[in-house]
């Protein structure tokens, strides 16, 4: 390897050497010292060769054909040592020459021979590589320099800074920088030029690369503090050694591509523009490169030095800042000659620049020094040829911006912000802008508005700063306004130019809503992608930015990195949107102090925006540039205290100290304009002189404020003087002295050259204002203005630029050693304030691009910003925003009903296809949006039943003219609309439904629901949105509950309206889906406890109770038959429905209607209760309803099967009362007890629904429906708990309610005779059945209920009412207690007394009237029934104390026994009549004395009632001929005899009875008073048919005396004696005879008036 090396070495100098010695030039006599050198040189290259054994003694050098020795010693050879002759060579004039010596110095350093890291003995401090390079840009000596030589010059430099076995550093090598950059000004060869160019472009890469790539390696293990003269290590490391092979193919192949590129350019160019013309000359050049070429040293380099971590760094920074002087030397005035040294060397610096900032690495981005260089230099350099008029100049100033907006805007905040305002948006506003310029910024303009982050950082960097301009804001707004075409005619641009605009402004917006839609990315998620269920999205922090803050950290590498003590600012969305609204409102304070000072002020202090102090204000005034200097003028001026004091504060803020007057009072007039009153001067200056002379005590030239003030006012009279064009003859310099003569207090006057050089300054520089950017604003040319001439344009656009740049560089410089901190924007919420500022001149770019212009490529630049603005809205929820650009979408499509659809074009197309895309993408979160969608979608189908040639009965007039009359064009696009693409687009969204979020399906279903609406409602209906309903139902049905129950709630209210349509064909569609959509839903069955399936099907039941149609509600039955049929297993909580519908069914007036609901709830009830009732228990009660429906029905067949299958319904219940308990928590379940709940849910709606059939329908359904109630009870009972008794009776008694019985007389008796007597006899059987719950409980009710019966003028039911209580009491009275038995004959009492006919003893004629004859009927027709039910009551009396028929046998016997006597068969008699009296005792033995007598007493006002009427003969006959009674005279002879004698009975049996022998002595005072009342009574009697009807009681009387004791019998004779004596002159009956004679045979033995045989 060291062979070869050394074999190369020699060679390379040995030939070099030969071929300088051989050239004819080295004969010269001037040439001599090189000529020696280089004899010398070989000489002691030969000797040295020979010392080492490499060559014997007299041979010849070797040259490249001789193989070397091998030899592994270290190089023999050392080329340094024979750099002499080189540098000899090289400042020979001799072009031959030189080219050898370059082009070999070049091959020894590329290949590693020579090294120059030796110390340079002729210059001690500096290396030898310094003094090579210097000598190889030696021999460059301006544009007369042999163009081989430049060449070689170029490529021995590029390989000294590209090598990497040399280094230079700092001035070396800017020299070799500088030396290329000089080739390529003054170089004629175009070749040479672009090689310089291109030599430039690498050694930069290089030297910046080499800087980047440092900090990635390890320092030196013993590394020296670097500085200018101190060599380092090579920045490889000292340990590598690269191979001179690969660093001979690296050079080789560098320079071949460099030299080759170069010479095609350059052949290009000279074909295209022919031989250049060089103007440069010698001298030309000399000062070319005074001002031109690379400056060296401008700054102290040990300075410098400190704030470096490496001397690449330096060196770097170097190139970096020689390159921003150079592109700030300022071009000649006017348009200078491309081809002018000055231009080309700022295009070229420029170039590089930019290449530099494209480039740049973590480094550079953040080291001080260069950020410091781009402020000072770079940035300063950009105002002033950011307003160039040189085209390039101007566009790679452009280029140079947005690159450092990309790459360095963290550091550059101010600045960016004067460019942007200053240059950018000025031009772009500007009106007599070039076109050229406008382009140009604009294609600027679209490679910033592609990057996002630069997007959002501009409006939270200025938007969302306190004082900073809104660039955002202007931004947007100068875009629209050029994409709509507003903006100002351009300079010499056609039509075409202005369309290009036009639509690189679109761009520009479309770009920055892309970036926007880009930025919050992860906010948005595509219905149409699946999310996987585990992924948790940040929208602040994502693993992207977390990577990039680790790649920053590395990059930031040792280097100084400005934020590394500058705390970064916080972005959050919060704080910057509430500092946002704090500007604008400072803003809209700003614009109102411009117009009215003083409101502006208390406005922004209302707002706490300033502060309430003068001070404050006079601050505010100083610092904030956006307000009007004028207004600030008048504000100061004003004559009031406050803005006096105002004033003060103000003028008190500047520093007069060490100032003279005039620059003081420049100072103060540089803030504001002077107002023209000169009241307000006047105030103005004397407080200024009042400032003045405080700052400047020591001034001796003005005694007193006075002077200062007269001075101030003359200074401001001479400005106006000598610059107003108004004053035609100017004020002489002495007549300024004599006017100034005698203002000052002491004796003598201001001195004259004081007030000559006032005058002098003021006649060359006049006090003005300073310029801002306020003042660029000129008003806009209008009307005939606009048409000025574009010579007249071109200059004001000069004039303009200057001060634009004047304006921009002074604002550079002025932010140059500002630090702002800056916001790199991270949070995802920065797009929703961004957008809802700019969202209106977005929209109004799109929607004028879509209106005026049919452009293809406009209009698919609009519906792009469109649809990425309705993302943005949408993602964020903004529903104003997104609902107008919806609505202008639709708009666009001509699809709206008042749209004309003739005039459809491509771009309405595609406004379709894009609408149609939006609803496809955003579907989410359009929310009330889908309704513009749904119209147009709907209008679509019209659409495309016209381009298909269908010619529908529905179009309104007006379009089917149009129809026959649209050109062949707009049929095509019409026809369009129904090519396949659209077709499957708008299925895809139907289709694409199913994917949407929970919320977003429910705001499309509304949109479509309403559309279908509107569809229906035209005068020819259409279905295409219903047909889209049932579409997306079948879609949607497998959505999570909860999802789908908030869907039906809109689909349900939908299909209830459609289906109860005035037109049949569109209720049976929506009769059919609802049908279809059912059956399917039924399918997916449903777990109890939900209610979904209820839902669903309630449409049905709300079109079977809306819609009137027959055929409509046959449908409805047909499809609940059809899936109770075909879904029974799978229905739940739809039962209710069902049994709802039937419900309504039943009611109806069509019998097929009826029979086939009935038929359905026959099945569900006879069979599926069987097998399934445990997942029906839920609607039971429904089922029960249904049942009493159909049983009300008008069909009486119908009527009496729905009553049979209540008896089954009965059977179920008590076969599964458990499932009724265990179904807690249903609708309203939650607070009855769970055993209670079969009774509250099972028996008590089924016997309510009964007694309800029993009310209301006709004699022999509710008789059925009667027996079937009082079936269950009997058969149920035994189950039912005491409060269940309660209710069910509660219900019973309501048959026997006034209120509910019918009106009609004759229905009402019917109703009496037949239900409720069957209904009572029922209710004892009840009673009688389960009396031991219901006797304690419902007892008394009863015997109320008996109370009310007996009272009603029925016969019939008041019979019965007594005979039931009598049956109750004889069947259960042996269960009676005390307390009940003393209710009974309570009860017995009350209706003795409440029947007593007491009218008949009163009762008197009425006058005649044909009204009293049906009136008194009903009378009598009552008192009739009262005297029934006395006797009635009598009897019932007697059967329960007796039991029945006891008495009637008694009386039988009693006169048997009687007739015997007389006949003579006694003895037989007797036995029989005490076995009688031995059995059947009744009740009587259960009843206590008192209560006895109770019912003896009643029983004796009864008896006395009936003799009082019996005697009294008139009132009788009265109502005989009254009609009472028919045709015999009316008595109550059965009344008075029937109750006498049970009476009777009771005291014998009583007077009998051992266990009551403590109460006898009253009982026998009680039967003696009531046996001679009755004697006497009967005594008086004057009729025979009367006495006769007595003899019974006589009879029973006379028997029971003779059957007691003597003693006894002693008593009651001595009472009756004489009565019964009297009793004998009666023609008496032959039994009584009998036995009235056998008493007084007895009397005898009693009384001892006869003995006994």
């Given at each position: 390897m060291h062979n070869n090396s050394t074999k190369t070495k020699e060679m390379f100098i040995v030939r070099a050497l030969e071929k300088i010695l051989a050239d004819k030039d080295i ?704 004020m002489t310099k002495e007549q300024y002295i004599k006017m100034n003569r005698g203002i000052s207090d002491s004796k003598s006057d201001l001195p004259e050259e004081y007030l000559s ?184 189908e019209l659409a495309q039943l016209i381009g298909t040639g269908v010619r529908p009965q529905f179009l309104s007039g007006a379009q089917t003219t149009l129809k026959d009359s649209l ?687």
């Open positions: 004969r010269r006599s001037h040439h001599s010292q090189l000529k020696k050198s280089c004899d010398s040189a070989l000489e002691q290259i030969k000797a040295e060769l020979i010392s080492a054994g490499q060559i014997a003694e007299g041979n010849e050098l070797p040259c490249a054909a001789l193989p070397l020795p091998k030899n592994d010693a270290a190089s023999i050879i050392n080329a340094e040592t024979y750099f002499l002759p080189f540098e000899l060579a090289c400042k020979s004039r001799s072009p031959r020459i030189v080219v050898t010596a370059l082009d070999c110095l070049q091959k020894l350093i590329a290949y590693g021979h020579l090294t120059g890291s030796i110390q340079d003995s002729a210059n001690p401090g500096h290396l030898l590589i310094d003094r090579i390079v210097v000598t190889i840009y030696g021999c460059f000596n301006g544009p007369q320099t042999d163009e081989g030589v430049q060449l070689q010059i170029i490529k021995a430099l590029l390989t000294v800074v590209t090598s990497q076995h040399v280094e230079i550093h700092e001035f070396t090598l800017l020299q070799a920088v500088r030396t290329c950059y000089d080739i390529y000004l003054s170089s004629k060869n175009l070749v040479n030029q672009t090689t310089a160019r291109a030599t430039l472009t690498q050694m930069l890469n290089v030297i910046f690369a080499r800087m980047e790539n440092q900090v990635y390696e390890l320092p030196p293990p013993n590394s020296n503090p670097i500085n200018g003269s101190i060599h380092s290590e090579d920045c490889n490391g000292s340990g590598e050694e690269t191979p001179g092979d690969s660093d001979e193919v690296i050079a080789s192949e560098l320079l071949a591509e460099i030299i080759s590129a170069a010479y095609n350019e350059a052949m290009k160019d000279q074909e295209s523009v022919g031989e250049p013309e060089s103007t440069v000359n010698g001298n030309d050049y000399s000062s070319h490169s005074d001002h031109d070429s690379v400056e060296l040293h401008s700054e102290n380099d040990a300075v410098v030095t400190a704030k470096f971590t490496h001397i690449l760094q330096k060196d770097a920074f170097l190139v970096f800042r020689a390159l921003c002087k150079l592109s700030m030397k300022p071009l000649p005035e006017g348009h200078p000659d491309p081809k002018s040294h000055e231009l080309r060397s700022k295009v070229l610096s420029l170039h590089l620049l930019l290449l530099i900032l494209q480039n740049a690495g973590p480094v550079f981005r953040s080291n001080e020094m260069f950020i410091m260089a781009i402020k000072q230099y770079l940035c300063v350099a950009l105002s002033n040829n950011g307003v160039s008029l040189v085209p390039e100049v101007f566009e790679l100033s452009l280029s140079i911006f947005v690159a450092l907006l990309s790459n360095f805007k963290v550091h550059l905040k101010r600045q960016i912000e004067v460019f942007f305002k200053e240059i950018f948006l000025n031009i772009l506003e500007a009106n007599s802008s070039s076109f050229e310029h406008k382009w140009m910024v604009i294609q600027a303009l679209t490679r910033i508005c592609a990057d996002a982050q630069s997007v959002v950082d501009i409006y939270v960097n200025y938007d969302c700063d306190f004082s900073a301009a809104n660039l955002f804001e202007r931004l947007v707004n100068d875009l629209s306004k050029i994409a709509q075409g507003r903006q100002a005619l351009e300079l010499g641009a056609n039509p075409m130019q202005e369309k290009s605009m036009r639509i690189r402004g679109l761009e520009c917006l479309v770009s920055i809503l892309k970036c926007m839609v880009e930025w919050s990315k992860d906010l948005y998620v595509n219905p149409n992608m699946p999310v996987p269920a585990l992924q948790v999205q940040s929208p602040t922090s994502t693993e992207q930015d977390q990577a990039d803050t680790t790649i920053q950290t590395i990059h930031s590498g040792s280097s100084h990195s400005l934020n590394s003590n500058q705390e970064q600012l916080q972005d959050l969305p919060e704080a910057l949107e509430e500092r946002k609204m704090r500007k604008e409102v400072m803003e809209t304070g700003i614009e109102l102090f411009n117009r009215k000072p003083q409101k502006g002020v208390q406005f922004l202090q209302e707002k706490q925006l300033l502060g309430a102090t003068c001070q404050d204000i006079a601050r505010w005034l100083h610092e904030d540039e956006r307000l009007d200097k004028t207004v600030i003028g008048n504000y100061l001026g004003e004559n009031d205290d406050h803005s006096k004091e105002v004033m003060c504060a103000y003028i008190d803020a500047f520093d007069f100290r060490q100032l003279e007057v005039v620059a003081a009072l420049r100072i103060l007039l540089e803030e504001f304009r002077l107002p023209g009153e000169a009241q307000k001067i006047d105030r103005l200056m004397e407080k200024f002189a009042s400032r003045y002379c405080e700052c400047n005590p020591q001034n001796q030239l003005f005694q007193s404020a006075d002077t200062v003030y007269v001075l101030a006012f003359s200074i401001i009279m001479l400005t106006t003087d000598l610059h107003s064009p108004q004053v035609k003859h100017k050089s006032i005058y002098d300054e003021i006649s060359e520089h006049e006090i003005k204002m300073k310029n801002n950017s306020g003042m660029l604003q000129q008003p806009k040319p209008t009307g005939k203005q606009a048409f000025i001439t574009e010579k007249r344009r071109k200059l004001l656009w000069n004039m303009e630029m200057e001060v634009i740049s004047l304006t921009a560089t002074n604002l550079m410089q002025s932010v140059s050693h500002v630090k702002s901190p800056f916001t790199s924007a991270k949070h995802l919420e920065h797009v929703r304030p961004m957008f809802k500022m700019a969202w209106t001149p977005f929209l109004a770019a799109f929607s004028v691009g879509l209106q005026d212009c049919d452009d293809p490529e406009i209009a698919t630049l609009c519906l792009d910003g469109i649809r990425c603005a309705i993302r943005i809205a949408c993602i964020f929820h903004m529903s104003l925003e997104r609902d107008a650009y919806v609505q202008a979408l639709a708009r666009f499509t001509l699809l709206n009903a008042n749209s004309p659809i003739n005039e459809m074009k491509a771009k309405n197309i595609d406004t379709i296809k894009t609408l149609i895309m939006v609803a496809h993408t955003d579907g989410n979160y359009l929310g009330s949006s889908w309704l513009d969608i749904v119209k147009c979608i709907s209008q679509l050109n062949p064009s707009v049929k095509e696009h019409i026809g369009e609309t129904s090519s396949q693409s659209v077709v499957v687009a708008v299925d895809r969204i139907f289709t694409g439904s199913m994917r949407l979020d929970g919320d977003a399906i429910v705001d499309f279903v509304k949109a479509l629901c309403q559309v279908s609406v509107d569809e229906l409602q035209q005068q020819q209906p259409r279905m295409f949105s219903l047909q889209k309903i049932v579409e997306i139902s079948y879609y949607n049905m497998e959505r999570i509950r909860l999802q789908w129950s908030r869907i039906w709630q809109v689909l349900g209210e939908h299909f209830n309206a459609v289906g109860c349509n005035s037109n049949e064909e569109i209720s049976f569609f929506a009769l059919d889906s609802l049908r279809q959509l059912s059956m399917k839903f039924m399918e997916k069955g449903e777990f109890s406890n939900f209610r979904f399936q209820k839902d669903f099907l309630r449409p049905f039941e709300h079109i079977m109770k809306k819609n009137a149609s027959p055929a409509i509600r046959d449908m409805v039955v047909r499809c609940i038959a059809q899936m109770v049929n075909s879904q029974a297993h799978n229905i739940r909580s739809g039962w209710k429905n069902i049994f709802s519908i039937f419900h309504l069914a039943a009611g109806d007036h069509e019998e097929p209607i009826v029979e086939l609901a009935f038929q359905t709830t026959g099945k569900i009830i006879g069979d599926l209760y069987k097998r399934q009732f445990a997942i029906m228990v839920d609607s039971f009660q429904d089922a029960v309803k249904c049942l009493s429906e159909f049983a009300t029905a008008r069909f009486p067949d119908t009527s009496m099967e729905a009553i049979r299958l209540v008896r089954t319904c009965a059977q179920c219940v008590h076969e599964a009362p458990q499932l009724f308990a265990e179904h807690a928590g249903m609708e309203n379940d939650a607070s009855v007890a769970e055993e209670d709940r079969v009774w509250v849910r099972g028996w008590f709606p089924m016997l309510f629904s009964l007694s309800c059939v029993v009310n209301r329908c006709k004699l022999d359904v509710r008789t059925r429906a009667l027996t079937v109630l009082f079936e269950i009870v009997k058969t149920y009972g035994e189950s039912f708990k005491p409060n269940w008794w309660k209710d069910l009776f509660n219900v019973i008694f309501r048959i026997f309610d006034n209120m509910k019985l019918p009106e009609h007389v004759t229905e009402k008796s019917e109703w009496m005779t037949t239900t409720c007597n069957h209904a009572l006899y029922a209710i004892i059987d009840v009673f009688t059945q389960y009396f031991d719950v219901l006797g304690h409980l419902l007892l008394e009710e009863l015997f109320a209920q008996l109370h009310w019966c007996v009272q009603q003028s029925n016969e019939q039911l008041a019979r019965s009412g007594t005979n039931c209580l009598e049956n109750l009491v004889i069947s259960n009275g042996f269960k009676f207690n005390e307390s009940t038995w003393d209710k009974t004959c309570q009860c017995i009492l009350d209706i003795f007394n409440a029947t007593l006919p007491q009218d008949l003893l009163t009762w008197r004629p009425k006058a005649h009237s044909s009204n009293n004859i049906p009136q008194e009927h009903n009378h009598f027709e009552a008192l009739h029934i009262r005297c029934v039910v006395q006797l009635e009551l009598i009897q019932t009396v007697d059967n329960i104390v007796f039991f029945p028929a006891t008495s009637r046998k008694e009386d039988a016997e009693t006169l048997a026994q009687a007739a015997a006597d007389l006949t003579g068969g006694r003895n037989g008699s007797q036995s029989q009549l005490l076995e009688c009296q031995r059995e059947e005792q009744g009740m009587y033995g259960y009843l206590r004395t008192r209560q006895l007598l109770t019912l003896a007493d009643c029983l004796m006002q009864s008896h006395r009632f009936a003799k009082s009427f019996n005697a009294a003969h008139e009132q009788r006959s009265l109502l005989w001929r009254a009609g009472f009674k028919g045709s015999v005279k009316p008595n109550l002879l059965k009344q008075e005899t029937s109750s006498l004698a049970c009476v009777l009975r009771i005291f014998f049996k009583m007077y009998g009875d051992e266990n009551r022998s403590s109460d006898w002595k009253g009982i026998e005072h009680e039967l003696v008073q009531v046996c001679k009342e009755a004697l006497e009574y009967y005594l008086r009697l004057q009729s025979e048919a009367h006495r006769d009807a007595w003899t019974s009681l006589l009879l029973l009387i006379l028997t029971r005396l003779l059957k007691m004791s003597d003693a006894r019998f002693a008593t009651h004779v001595s009472n009756y004696y004489s009565l019964l004596c009297d009793m004998m002159c009666f023609d008496l009956k032959p039994e009584l005879r009998s036995v009235l004679r056998r008493v007084f045979m007895r009397i005898g033995p009693v009384f001892n008036i006869m003995s006994v045989k």
